[in-house]
């Protein structure tokens, strides 16, 4: 297992619209409002937490894109010698279920790009897809997640579900106003169940 414990921390957040912080920010443009990502909220805390170290969030989030997609981009990321990350925070699948790609596979694409990472020592985050407000899409995403409790043997689960959800679907707290992507507050509270991990890993009890 990496340890984080080094001076400086480079962290990839890689995955769709949902990493990315659409609708409000842009990570490529580097436009909007950041506080609408979790990196936002978890870098402030680690910082806080942390003084002496310095941690680099690098947001590869692009809206639309599948799990193969992702990890695709992930490995050409990863085969870049100079461009090193300690932790990998692996977030995706909900448009591969919008175009009707089965959860098994979805499951199967995650797990490949963590077992990439994971060949490389690079510690893996993958976190739970969450609710939406649309039923006929929420079924799946349930399967997706079901199945990366159920093997969390390779990547460290983030299970972000539970803490977005209200009666089955996204709580309307968090909803940007689409039904699917979140708001600011949505990401604040992801980032504090991203932290409890991170800081697991600083102090050696991961």
Not at 129 to 152: A, C, G, W
């Amino acid at each position: 297992m990496t340890s984080l414990m080094k001076e400086k921390y480079r962290i990839l957040c890689i995955g769709d619209s949902l990493t990315a912080g659409f609708p409000y920010f842009d990570p490529i443009s580097n436009t909007g409002d950041s506080r609408s990502t979790f990196m936002f909220w978890l870098e402030r805390k680690l910082q806080e937490s942390f003084s002496t170290k310095s941690f680099k969030f690098i947001n590869k989030g692009i809206c639309g894109q599948t799990t193969q997609e992702i990890i695709d981009r992930l490995k050409t990321y990863l085969n870049f010698p100079n461009q090193m990350y300690n932790l990998i925070i692996l977030w995706g699948g909900t448009n591969d279920i919008v175009v009707g790609r089965p959860s098994s596979e979805i499951f199967s694409t995650l797990k490949k790009g963590s077992e990439f990472a994971k060949s490389l020592s690079i510690e893996v985050f993958i976190m739970t897809l969450p609710p939406t407000i649309f039923e006929s899409i929420n079924s799946s995403i349930r399967h997706v997640n079901d199945l990366l409790r159920k093997n969390d043997d390779n990547f460290i689960l983030i299970d972000v579900y539970p803490l977005l959800e209200r009666n089955g679907k996204l709580n309307s707290i968090y909803d940007c106003g689409d039904g699917i992507h979140l708001n600011s507050r949505a990401y604040k509270i992801i980032a504090d169940e991203i932290y409890v991990f991170i800081e697991r890993l600083l102090v050696g009890n991961i």
